[in-house]
């Protein structure tokens, strides 16, 4: 008689097994057909959160500024693709730069919260709570954004979350719910990095098992990306053919929620050919399949990508940049009035400077998530108060979304 | 990493299983008065439904008669669909049997609030393994040997806690006594079946004696002869699935063994010479080794393993006389950490910092992954004590790339705050890790790959 143990198969995480086509996600987050589904011109929002606080000079340059070679020696792109005559996109973004020529994507620059410390977890807090200051609720603005449409216009479909955890921008009592994408359970570039840099200050020997084991994975996984598929390179890209396999489905979620990590570039930032271009071409390469997986329905698609704060202008000893404040945004999507960069552009002079080493934010990021909010959920001035407490300096900034 | 814990860490990590928020700071005012404490102190485990060895035995063997009662009267027909078929095959799987009982430990180590008996219970089910790997009939008993034989004794005589695994079915099975016959008993005469050396073999090498415990081939065949006759009730009744003497299985007469004769009739045979390896000066040596080596460091510090040796001896292997004597060792707060969290041990230890419960995650399957199923060493000799091999380079990935997705699960825990209530110091450069971290959950993950959080 056989041991008939097969324990990895056993107890699996009970969300994992929860859809694996498409055609199972319809039928499971709708039970039936409900409300929403007799909607053809529905909208679907994408919130992509960029974890980490992105080098927003590095993502849009404004080549245009006079201070710009200057203060940004070491970090200055070269072969921008210009956006106007103060902006250049970063060239690992040749997606985001042609929905850009097609009035598809656009840019807001000098964004921030209200929170002005720079600690990661508070600023996430901050940005996704949509309070100005941290620790004043347990809830996400989506999800009472969420909540406000339930209340005036019916039954919305649940929000979907791809990953193992609830974002706080989700968090509420309207009803989400998660998605992990089993190909990509590994653990980021990122905290592998931070790890061996902990073990190589700590304990050699751990440093040296993790390093190799890391070499060991790039190579093992290297070797399969060349028998796979293009989008099957990452998991950010991956994450995001899911999500618009679920956001197409005529009664799939209208709100999706998805994290990308790996964005602190305090050592080696490497704007175009190092991390923070890699990142970008990420970035760029997800955009354009969730666009070519969403079909007809990117037309009806507003996709806005945030982070919690900026970087330094200046490089820091370390070729990277610290923890900053004034960052951008970028929009994209047929629910996008776009092809424009949107700023109040506050100059890269030493003088203009916050505190003299970060960019100035002139535009309150939740000027952007109320214009979105405004559009999508159909809220009206009262509605975006209660999901945006104390935001009556931050008003949606218009035109932003068709 | 070479510097002295804290009294907490080592009361709540070298002689716990990691600390839930709260454990370190309840620790801190008098960590040996915490560990010494819990000696002698065993806790009724929580899940009631788990069976005893002979009910599974009993319930595995009707099971299988029913089986092959029913495939006989169905022969060529298919079965798949009998419902009745299913119900007994479900029956005579032993998943059935082990997935509870594993469940149950990862349980009991979650909510443990008496560590050290879950730390020695886990000790001592190594030190007397049984493994699933062995086949079916010892899977399905695996997790009833460790609540029988090995639980109830921790803090009792090592001589008995010998007694009960040499007798239980688990042993038995797994290291083929019950097909073990005397060459001169009846069965060894009319079957032609013969000695099997297994389990006399193990228990003086691996339980009592150890390798250099002084004992030749000759001992090894003396003794093997004495355990003929140990075997499970295998015959429909109410004894099925105990330990039971046959004689018809037991070579006669007399054996001499370590250079004294046993004369003693049947059982009693291998009973006196379990008693007397157990208090054997060399068993005291090899067990207070291995403790040290367990709970401190590997190869142990030649002075403690004397001082445990010399309470194991005085005390005729009282083992709550000796866990005493090693939890307030000064030697014991003083070795810097440098035992790697075994799997097992470090999937709860996450648990218990982020205080997720077992259930809601494939905690089984993640701690194989790390290179330990439960109760399935690959050799009757344990999991190693050399155990730089959890933190291989494949195992430490795999270890980073699950806690990635386990620390969502925490929901908003402040990583400092979380990192002082479950370790307290940290070093410089950990702390300054978590610190900078990009998100919560990375300064949580990174917190719990530190080597503050993999080694005690």
Same mark, same amino acid.
């Given at each position: 008689m056989t041991d008939e143990f097969d324990g990895r198969l056993r107890r699996p995480l009970p969300r994992r097994r929860f859809l694996q086509t498409s055609a199972a996600a319809a039928a499971v987050l709708a039970f039936g057909t409900p409300a929403w589904a007799e909607q053809p011109e529905r909208p679907r929002l994408v919130v992509v959160l960029l974890r980490g606080a992105v080098d927003g000079l590095a993502v849009a340059a404004p080549v245009g500024d006079p201070h710009y070679a200057e203060m940004r020696a070491g970090l200055t792109l070269e072969d921008g693709i210009p956006l106007d005559g103060l902006f250049s996109l970063n060239p690992s973004m040749p997606g985001f730069a042609r929905l850009f020529a097609d009035r598809q994507a656009a840019i807001v620059h000098a964004v921030a919260t209200p929170y002005r410390n720079r600690s990661h977890f508070d600023g996430q807090d901050v940005?996704?709570?949509?309070?100005?200051? $941290?620790?004043?609720?347990?809830?996400?603005?989506?999800? $009472?954004?969420?909540?406000?449409?339930? $209340? $005036?216009?019916?039954?919305?479909?649940?929000?979907?979350?791809?990953?193992?955890?609830?974002p706080l921008i989700l968090r509420g009592p309207a009803p989400v719910t998660t998605w992990i994408n089993e190909a990509t359970t590994r653990s980021s570039p990122g905290t592998r990095e931070r790890l061996l840099d902990l073990y190589k200050q700590t304990n050699p020997s751990l440093a040296e098992g993790l390093a190799r084991a890391v070499e060991l994975d790039a190579t093992a996984r290297s070797d399969a990306e060349l028998k796979a598929t293009p989008s099957r390179r990452n998991g950010f890209v991956e994450d995001m053919r899911v999500l618009a396999a679920f956001l197409r489905e005529s009664s799939g979620p209208s709100v999706g929620v998805i994290d990308s990590d790996g964005w602190d570039t305090h050592v080696k930032e490497g704007p175009q050919k190092g991390r923070l271009g890699r990142l970008l071409a990420e970035l760029d390469q997800g955009l354009l399949t969730l666009r070519d997986g969403l079909g007809p329905v990117w037309a009806q698609t507003t996709v806005v990508v945030v982070t919690e704060f900026g970087r330094t202008v200046r490089m820091n000893g370390t070729t990277g940049t610290d923890h900053g404040n004034g960052t951008l945004a970028l929009l994209a999507g047929g629910g996008v009035a776009g092809g424009k960069v949107v700023a109040d552009w506050p100059g890269l002079a030493p003088g203009s400077l916050y505190e003299g080493r970060d960019l100035q934010p002139t535009i309150d990021t939740r000027s952007i998530f109320k214009a979105v909010a405004e559009r999508h959920f159909g809220l009206d001035?009262?509605?975006?108060?209660?999901?945006?407490?104390?935001?009556?300096?931050?008003?949606?900034l218009p035109r932003l979304v068709t | 990493m070479s510097t002295t814990p804290s009294g907490a860490v080592v009361a709540t990590r070298r002689f716990g299983l990691g600390a839930r928020p709260g454990e370190v700071s309840e620790a801190a005012a008098d960590p040996r008065g915490y560990v010494v404490r819990q000696i002698g102190v065993t806790p009724v485990q929580g899940a009631a439904d788990l069976q005893s060895s002979d009910q599974i035995i009993q319930r595995r063997l009707r099971a299988g008669q029913e089986l092959k009662a029913l495939a006989g009267q169905q022969s060529g027909s298919d079965l798949s669909d009998d419902a009745n078929y299913q119900a007994l095959r479900q029956i005579v799987r032993p998943a059935a049997y082990v997935q509870p009982e594993v469940s149950e430990r990862f349980e009991a180590g979650f909510?443990?609030?008496?560590?050290?008996?879950?730390?020695?219970?886990?000790?001592?089910?190594?030190?007397?393994t049984v493994s699933r790997l062995k086949g079916s009939k010892v899977t399905a008993v695996a997790g009833a040997f460790e609540r029988e034989a090995i639980r109830p004794y921790v803090y009792g005589r090592f001589s008995d806690m010998v007694l009960a695994v040499a007798k239980h079915p688990a042993m038995l099975f797994y290291l083929d006594n019950d097909i073990s016959a005397g060459p001169d008993s009846r069965v060894g005469q009319r079957k032609s079946r013969g000695l099997n050396e297994n389990l006399g073999r193990e228990i003086l090498e691996l339980h009592t004696l150890g390798v250099q415990g002084g004992?030749?081939?000759?001992?090894?065949?003396?003794?093997?002869k004495a355990l003929t006759g140990w075997r499970v009730e295998?015959?429909?009744?109410?004894?099925?699935?105990?330990?039971?003497?046959?004689?018809?299985?037991?070579?006669?007469?007399?054996?001499?063994?370590?250079g004294q004769v046993y004369d003693q009739?049947?059982?009693?045979?291998?009973?006196?010479?379990?008693?007397?390896v157990s208090v054997h000066p060399a068993t005291a040596r090899h067990i207070a080794g291995e403790l040290a080596a367990h709970f401190l460091q590997s190869p142990p510090p030649p002075a403690l393993v004397d001082r445990l040796s010399g309470v194991f001896l005085e005390s005729d292997g009282d083992l709550a006389a000796v866990t005493r004597a090693l939890v307030t060792d000064d030697a014991s707060w003083q070795a810097p950490p440098s035992k790697v969290l075994p799997p097992f041990d470090f999937v709860v230890a996450v648990l218990r910092a982020l205080e997720l419960p077992p259930s809601e995650l494939p905690v089984e399957a993640a701690a194989a992954l790390f290179g330990q199923r439960t109760w399935g060493a690959t050799s009757p000799k344990g999991w190693p004590a050399e155990d730089e091999i959890w933190a291989s380079p494949a195992a430490l990935l795999?270890?980073?790339?699950?806690?990635?997705?386990?620390v969502p699960r925490a929901g908003d825990v402040d990583p400092l705050a979380r990192a002082d209530a479950v370790l307290g110091d940290l070093s410089e450069p950990t702390r300054n890790a978590v610190a900078r971290a990009e998100s919560r959950h990375q300064a949580l993950a990174l917190l719990l790959m530190s080597p503050e959080f993999l080694l005690r």
């Open positions: 940005l996704e709570s949509g309070y100005p200051e $941290r620790g004043q609720t347990d809830s996400g603005w989506l999800n $009472r954004a969420i909540g406000e449409a339930a $209340r $005036r216009g019916g039954p919305q479909p649940p929000a979907l979350a791809i990953g193992a955890s609830l001035g009262s509605s975006l108060d209660r999901v945006f407490p104390s935001s009556g300096s931050a008003p949606p | 909510s443990s609030d008496n560590p050290l008996i879950e730390r020695l219970t886990y000790f001592w089910s190594d030190h007397f004992y030749t081939q000759a001992d090894v065949i003396a003794f093997a295998m015959a429909p009744g109410d004894a099925t699935g105990r330990f039971v003497f046959v004689p018809q299985w037991h070579e006669p007469g007399p054996v001499e063994f370590m009739p049947g059982m009693e045979q291998a009973e006196a010479i379990l008693n007397y795999k270890r980073l790339d699950w806690v990635e997705t386990v």
